[in-house]
């Protein structure tokens, strides 16, 4: 059973397209972070997000945490063939410093 | 670099051989983890150290799998007697202790083969 759910699995869309992709679990996560990898790379970190109903925008990319911190979203407007990647997210259970990934959004931007 | 860096890139084995791989962190890091990636699978975390012990390894998937980290830095990972099913990519990743929102720092990977 995994623990995270991510959807879709996979996304193609043409650049200047709008997306959103989920996270979502029946367990509460004390934070929750999203990562973006690209092929042959480790993940790299976009965004923690912490409080129930938080909101976080880094540039065209926004960010949320459900209410009861057990699900969130990115939104991504007007994509750019630069976005293209695999997304993760990952939760902290807790006090643990151990990660659970979801099994990720691989993004195409096609231009 | 300043980054996590990891060694080899790319190892290819023979079932039933042991091999290690090697991470080392960002310098300055206390916390440095072991996850394994599998085709169409997530992250699979293996086993997280807090200074050179190992809080939780409760990720190893069985006693073939060991780690040890030596000076509060370099770690290795070692595979004894591979399996076909070991066949991943193996990151690494550092952070401070209590990282919390300042998340991890992985390094490339080494992408393990299993003949």
């Known amino acids: 059973t995994q623990l995270l759910e991510q959807s879709p699995q996979f996304l193609s869309i043409q650049e200047g397209e709008n997306l959103t992709v989920y996270c979502n679990s029946s367990?509460?996560?004390?934070?929750l972070q999203w990562y973006r990898q690209e092929p042959g790379e480790g993940p790299v970190l976009l965004v923690t997000?912490?409080?129930?109903?938080e909101v976080k925008k880094l540039k065209r990319l926004t960010f949320q945490f459900g209410d009861a911190r057990k699900d969130s979203s990115l939104h991504i407007t007007a994509a750019q063939t630069g976005d293209t990647g695999l997304y993760l997210c990952?939760?902290?259970?807790?006090?643990?410093?151990?990660?659970?990934f979801g099994k990720g959004t691989k993004l195409t931007v096609n231009p | 670099g300043a980054g996590v860096s990891q060694s080899p890139s790319n190892k290819v084995t023979e079932k039933g051989k042991d091999v290690e791989l090697r991470c080392d962190p960002i310098?300055?890091?206390?916390?440095l983890y072991w996850y394994r990636q599998s085709l169409g699978q997530g992250l699979e975390f293996l086993i997280y150290?807090?200074?050179?012990?190992?809080?939780?390894k409760s990720g190893l998937p069985s006693d073939r799998f060991s780690a040890e980290r030596t000076g509060g830095s370099v770690s290795t990972l070692t595979i004894q007697r591979t399996q076909q099913e070991d066949s991943a990519v193996y990151l690494c990743?550092?952070?401070?202790?209590?990282?919390?929102?300042?998340?991890?720092?992985f390094g490339p990977g080494t992408r393990l083969t299993v003949l």
């Open positions: 990743a550092s952070s401070f202790y209590l990282a919390g929102g300042r998340g991890q720092f």
């Open positions: 150290f807090q200074g050179n012990s190992a809080p939780d």
């Open positions: 367990s509460v996560f004390s934070s």
């Open positions: 990952a939760g902290r259970q807790g006090g643990s410093e151990k990660l659970v």
């Open positions: 310098s300055g890091h206390t916390a």
């Open positions: 997000v912490v409080t129930g109903g």
